[in-house]
Every structure is written in structure tokens, then in C-alpha cells.
């Protein structure tokens, strides 16, 4: 599925305080494009930052947590299996690299973030020249929101966006929340599909965190009943922009994720769950 959609973006960026209702500006020239994804990105930190700071937590710790996390699993949790110890073992490298390049940009972060005040990069002409590698600051914008993700309580889309990072295209990562899955009202009714029919349908947006988690870790998937007690999920986990402006800065800051994907910070990957 395409993991850009526009309710999960408008509801993500209610969240972090991003929503303006400033209008859609004409299609920008390819420097100006390069300094609003930077401009995107920063907003993206910058926005992060403010809000676990007002419940005094960082990117850092959050971080630092989720890799703690991820370290008990692997001592304690005798039910995973190789395919699942070795999805963490990479998750755990993502990790690290998301908090290197976190701590690598928080300078010009900070210089940049400062010099909007003076010129706003979504206001239209002038856009300040970008003072950050595009890429850098997209893999800065990326640990943010496993941070965010994480510090929400969002476990299983902090995990599904880290696991992103160091995704290999040719092989299918098997997440290990099925309970996240199971606590969903969807769930009991993908349980009366018909056996052996591939099907769509998506976990929508909801008021219970599990079920919120659930959305933005998968919304849309295909699934099948492989007998009466057997249910698969699966689908692509990636991310696209919109297929139409949201005309907002809302919009430029959750696109640092797809931005992020284009400049190959995250990678495409299959997902698949199986349920017993």
C-alpha cells in the first residue's frame, strides 16, 4: 500500500501541530523543490522535538528506549522466530543509524530552523539556499518519527518505519505485534472471511491508541483465510505522495517521509503476519 494517505498525513500532522491553512502554491522550480524538502524535513524535527520536550522526553531517549525494547525481545521472548530474531537484529542497526544521523544534524537543524523566522522556505520566493544534504536531514526527519511513533505508544509503526531503513527488497519481514493486531475489531471480522480468497480492506483511523497504532503501522492490506484457524495478512510497505496537494504545511512536513524514500533513505519492503 501506499503508506502517504492523506488521512493518515492530516491526522498525523493535527498531532504534531502542523496544520495551516495556507493555500496550495504554484509547482515550485527544482532548487526550490530541494530547499522546501529540506524546509519539510526541518519542520518535521523541529515539530517532534517541541512536542516530547513538553513531556520532558527527547528523540534521544525515545530512541534509547525503543533499541532497549528491541534488546529485551531478544533475550526474553522465547516465541520468535529466526525470521523475527533476525528482523530485530536489523531493526536494532536501524536504530543506530537513525540516532547517529539524528545527533549528526541537530546543529544545522537548529541554524536552519532559526533562519525561518526570517524567511519562510513554504511562503513562495526567496527560498533560502539549503545548508543540509537533502538526504542527511530526510534520515534526521525519518528517527524523528520512529521517536514520535514510539513515544506515543505507537509501537508497531515505530517498528514497520524503522524496520524501512534497512529493509532488504528481496526478502519479506515478519513483524512480531500480532497482539496489537489481534486487540483491532477488524481483526474478528477478517476471521469470518471466506477460506482461500485474497482480499483487501484497511484499519482505519480510530480514538483507541492500539487501533490508531494498528493504522498508521499497516492501513491497507490484502489478506486470506488459509483454513478455518489459519489467517494471513500482507502487503508492501512504502510511501508515495498524495495524488493531490493537501495545500497545507502539513503536507510538506509528513512528506519528508516520502521524501525520504525517494532519496533512499527508506526502502520498499514486503510484510506478512500469520495468525493461528
Not at 109 to 121: I, L, N, T
Not at 214 to 229: I, L, Q
Request: charged letters at 20%; a negative charge; glycine letters at 6%.
Amino acid at each position: 500500500m501506499k503508506k502517504f494517505l492523506v488521512s493518515g498525513v492530516a491526522t498525523l500532522a493535527l498531532m504534531l501541530g502542523l496544520v495551516s491553512a495556507t493555500p496550495a502554491a504554484a509547482a515550485p522550480s527544482a532548487a526550490q523543490q530541494q530547499s522546501a524538502q529540506v524546509a519539510s524535513a526541518v519542520e518535521t524535527i523541529s515539530s517532534v522535538d517541541r512536542k516530547l520536550a513538553e513531556r520532558g522526553r527527547s528523540v534521544d531517549s525515545a530512541l534509547d528506549e525503543f533499541a532497549s525494547f528491541y534488546r529485551n525481545e531478544l533475550r526474553t521472548n522465547n516465541e520468535l522466530t529466526a525470521a523475527q530474531r533476525k528482523g530485530i537484529e536489523q531493526n536494532l542497526k536501524g536504530l543506530a543509524e537513525a540516532s547517529a544521523d539524528y545527533v549528526a544534524t541537530r546543529g544545522p537543524v537548529g541554524d536552519y530552523a532559526a533562519s525561518k523566522s526570517r524567511v519562510s522556505p513554504t511562503g513562495g520566493d526567496p527560498f533560502p539556499e539549503p545548508t543540509i544534504p537533502t538526504k542527511a536531514i530526510c534520515a534526521a526527519a525519518v528517527a524523528a518519527v520512529i521517536a514520535y511513533f514510539w513515544a506515543n505508544g505507537y509501537v508497531f509503526a515505530a517498528d514497520l518505519l524503522t524496520h524501512a531503513t534497512v529493509a532488504d527488497a528481496t526478502e519479506t519481514y515478519f513483524p512480531m505485534h500480532h497482539d496489537r493486531v489481534m486487540a483491532t475489531g477488524l481483526y474478528q471480522q477478517l476471521q469470518s472471511a471466506p477460506e482461500y480468497v485474497v482480499m483487501s480492506d484497511e484499519f482505519k483511523s480510530s480514538s483507541d491508541p492500539t487501533e490508531q497504532d494498528v493504522h498508521y503501522a499497516v492501513g491497507k492490506f490484502k489478506y486470506m483465510k488459509e483454513g478455518p484457524y489459519v489467517l494471513s495478512i500482507w502487503d508492501e510497505y512504502d510511501w508515495d505522495f498524495p495524488e493531490f496537494p493537501l495545500g497545507s504545511i502539513d503536507e510538506a512536513a509528513i512528506a519528508a517521509m516520502a521524501h525520504a524514500s525517494m532519496w533512499g533513505v527508506l526502502r520498499d519492503y514486503n510484510w506478512e503476519m500469520v495468525f493461528y
